[in-house]
């Protein structure tokens, strides 16, 4: 079974930059468009950011021009390059798939301070 790890989140200052990375344990990630997702207690988790296995990527108007999604196929691992910080960005952060289809992983708490 695939297993999905977030990692890199913390506490930053407004106007900081952050780089998540989720690792998966299975040889499928290659062929699987993905995503990073957001969620805030009590809310419904939300998509912020997918790209294609091709690498073509798309993101929600709330974080364009600032956050950028990667992916390395030959390391089974995905990014989540995040700059210019906002306190509203203070969220639990998850990768999946595109459409959330495997397992959701423990996510990593981001925290955004003003």
């Known amino acids: 079974q695939v297993q999905l790890v977030e990692s890199g989140g913390g506490l930053v200052q407004a106007g900081g930059s952050l780089r998540l990375s989720c690792a998966t344990s299975g040889s499928i990630f290659s062929t699987k468009a993905m995503g990073w997702y957001r969620q805030a207690p009590g809310n419904k988790r939300e998509l912020v950011a997918a790209?294609?296995?091709?690498?073509?990527?798309d993101y929600a108007d709330s974080v364009k021009g600032r956050f950028t999604i990667s992916r390395d196929n030959a390391k089974n691992t995905m990014y989540l390059q995040m700059n210019s910080l906002k306190p509203e960005d203070t969220y639990v952060y998850y990768c999946?798939?595109?459409?959330?289809?495997?397992?959701w992983g423990q996510g990593t708490q981001v925290t955004v301070s003003s």
């Open positions: 790209i294609t296995s091709g690498g073509s990527t």
């Open positions: 999946n798939t595109r459409y959330g289809k495997l397992p």
